[in-house]
């Protein structure tokens, strides 16, 4: 193993002295080539803690680690298409799971709180890759004085070295990749804050990311998941902890269970395994907790738990809801959260409600007006009716003086002309989930007669809410399961609700579960009275 290691290592420096001579015109065009180093240095980290468990052998694989880290964060810039990124850092999990399962062996042997500090960013640069880059990208648009001329020319010429555009005829590769360089050095030198904006996302520190929220009581719960381990790290106003769950195995085991009764309408059938859940997950950091507001930031299978619902087990004959004992709310990363306090929003209007609510006699007219019955789109005919989310919204709106479209009103034409206006965004409709292609998950909303041949009309995807700018504060998606959709290792869940929020929206209120009608109609009436 040693003589492997010192072979692999010396290799590896050649061509790293190698790439590191070349121009600096020449290093995207390598790219591919050299998309492979961040797999050798995390076989090399590997080979490192198989010659030895001391904090040497650990401290060398870190960096091995750390550097590959920051090649692939590198080649990422290359990468335009939000699919293209997530699929990227998914490939790479393994170099994160061992770089934070070192980090945490670190942290045990010694108790040195810069491993822990360490343990965060690791933690964090593996989080909402891409809904950090546009939230970056939200905040580079706002420094003014920078010509659209210099803009256009930078989104040109990445295009043409990521294949998005065509190779111009009189030009090749390399003149382009020198022009890029060009390019990307003037916005460094001329305008200095937007490069920092557009080209970099800098993970806070774990005092700035307290600083970005509302309450110095709130107990911050951060879970990071790798392939070995479930980690924990508690962050309270004046001091951190830094724990692993006892059994990562044994939560596994139950999950899909877990998943599967959560939504039974049967209580009974949930109670026990809300038991095992709470002793899993939540039980073991309780001694480490001192206030009833937790903000929660879940990791991989940590997003299927609703903490809420995790129940403790009680003297008395009912359940005991851990929402009886705590205020939860959750963040997708530390990072964004700093980001989203960073945004400047500028709303005109105070409220969009939208409930199609799917009546017979909606639908009645709009087959009365169809013009060719091959054109009929029986899937929206056999939508249930809502009367009851058409209720609410007609209640929110009066709260909040607002606008409501309802009816033949609720179409997807109505709603793109007026989304970026307001500060709170209310759907009450139904919802179709993709696991498979998440950016097709989708509102269903009333459809234009006049539009039948469209088939785009009468729905809002989740590729549409990603080319918007929101000004609002907050989106409220009273649908089925818009919490829901694929998982992702690097970005969390990709899902309605995670579209709000790469459009710029910082708080959601979503359903991870199928829900009633009625019962979710109630429930929402009376958050927006406390919220008023």
């Not at 995207?28 to 001391?54: C, F, H, M, W």
């Not at 550097?67 to 080649?75: D, E, H, T, V």
């Not at 940590?302 to 403790?312: C, D, P, T």
């Not at 809801?321 to 990072?335: P, R, V």
């Amino acid at each position: 193993i040693n003589r492997a290691g010192e072979k692999a290592t010396l290799a590896l420096d050649h061509l790293m002295d190698f790439r590191a001579s070349l121009p600096q015109s020449a290093d995207n065009i390598l790219s591919n080539q050299t998309l492979a180093l961040p797999d050798v240095l995390y076989l090399l980290a590997k080979i490192e803690l198989k010659r030895g468990e001391d904090i040497l052998h650990l401290e060398r694989a870190s960096d091995y680690l750390q550097r590959a880290i920051n090649l692939i964060k590198n080649a990422e810039a290359l990468l335009e298409s939000e699919e293209s990124k997530i699929s990227f850092y998914d490939s790479h999990e393994s170099i994160f799971n061992l770089a934070l399962d070192n980090c945490f062996e670190l942290y045990e042997r010694t108790g040195e709180y810069h491993y822990l500090k360490r343990f965060f960013s690791l933690s964090e640069e593996n989080k909402s890759t891409v809904l950090r880059n546009r939230l970056n990208w939200f905040s580079s648009i706002s420094f003014s004085g920078v010509p659209d001329s210099v803009v256009m020319e930078e989104r040109r010429l990445s295009g043409i070295l990521t294949g998005r555009l065509p190779l111009p005829p009189d030009m090749d590769i390399y003149q382009i990749e020198i022009e890029y360089r060009r390019i990307i050095d003037k916005i460094n030198d001329e305008y200095p804050a937007y490069y920092s904006f557009r080209h970099t996302v800098n993970v806070p520190e774990i005092f700035e990311f307290r600083e970005s929220l509302d309450d110095d009581a709130i107990n911050v719960i951060l879970f990071s998941q790798t392939s070995t381990a479930i980690y924990v790290m508690i962050l309270l106003a004046e001091e951190e902890h830094l724990v692993k769950l006892p059994s990562k195995d044994s939560f596994l085991l139950i999950l899909d269970e877990y998943i599967s009764v959560l939504s039974s309408p049967s209580l009974r059938d949930y109670t026990e395994i809300g038991k095992q859940m709470f002793d899993l997950v939540f039980r073991p950091l309780e001694e480490f907790l001192d206030s009833d507001q937790l903000i929660i930031i879940p990791d991989k299978d940590i997003f299927s738990v609703n903490f809420e619902a995790l129940i403790r087990k009680s003297e008395a004959g009912r359940p005991h809801f851990l929402i009886q004992d705590y205020t939860i709310s959750y963040l997708m990363s530390a990072t964004t959260r700093v980001q989203f306090r960073q945004l400047e929003q500028s709303p005109t209007g105070n409220l969009l409600a939208v409930s199609p609510g799917f009546s017979s006699e909606l639908k009645k007219e709009y087959l009365k007006k169809v013009t060719d019955s091959v054109w009929i789109d029986t899937e929206y005919l056999n939508q249930l009716p809502q009367p009851f989310a058409v209720s609410s919204s007609k209640g929110i709106n009066q709260l909040f003086s607002g606008t409501l479209l309802t009816g033949i009103d609720a179409t997807r034409t109505n709603i793109l002309g007026r989304i970026t206006q307001y500060g709170i965004i209310h759907f009450g409709t139904h919802a179709e989930i993709n696991n498979r292609t998440p950016l097709l998950s989708r509102f269903i909303l009333s459809r234009d007669p006049q539009k039948s041949h469209i088939p785009d009309d009468g729905y809002l995807h989740v590729f549409d809410i990603y080319n918007i700018d929101l000004n609002a504060e907050l989106a409220v998606l009273m649908a089925c399961e818009t919490g829901e959709g694929m998982r992702s290792g690097s970005e969390g869940i990709v899902s309605l609700a995670h579209s709000f929020a790469y459009a710029g929206c910082p708080a959601v209120v979503m359903a991870m579960w199928k829900i009633d009608e009625k019962t979710s109609s109630d429930l929402i009436k009376q958050f927006y009275l406390e919220l008023k």
